[in-house]
């Protein structure tokens, strides 16, 4: 069975500090790249940042470059988002998925979610 499963979340004030953790379970960690999305009451889900399987190429939002950075850990199925300098408008539920392949897109598998509130 595919499990992702988010942790980290919670409330932190503005200019704070979070860093989530997805672990995978159920395929081959590996042979997948692996992304951080997030969806805000309201809103339509964003795309956060990616690293790629093959080279461990990272993308990044616009709104948050420079202010997280994602990383892997292949030997514990793993994948990380710490962010920084937090805003108000990072609020959102934080979802990671798993796409296959070297690229970030069309995604099979997600997690369930990870709420972060930042308070201004």
């Known amino acids: 069975e595919v499990q992702l499963v988010e942790s980290g979340g919670g409330l932190v004030q503005a200019g704070g500090s979070l860093r989530l953790s997805c672990a995978a379970s159920?395929?081959?960690?590996?042979?997948?790249?692996m992304g951080w999305f997030r969806q805000a009451p309201g809103k339509e889900r964003e795309g956060v940042s990616c690293i790629s399987s093959s080279d461990g190429t990272t993308y990044y939002g616009d709104s948050v470059k420079g202010r997280f950075t994602i990383s892997r850990d292949n030997a514990k199925n793993t994948v990380y988002l710490q962010m920084n300098s937090l805003k108000p408008e990072d609020t959102a539920v934080y979802y990671c998925a798993a796409a296959p392949g070297s690229y970030c897109e069309e995604y099979d598998y997600w997690g369930q979610g990870t709420q972060v509130t930042v308070s201004s």
């Open positions: 159920g395929f081959t960690f590996d042979d997948y790249s």
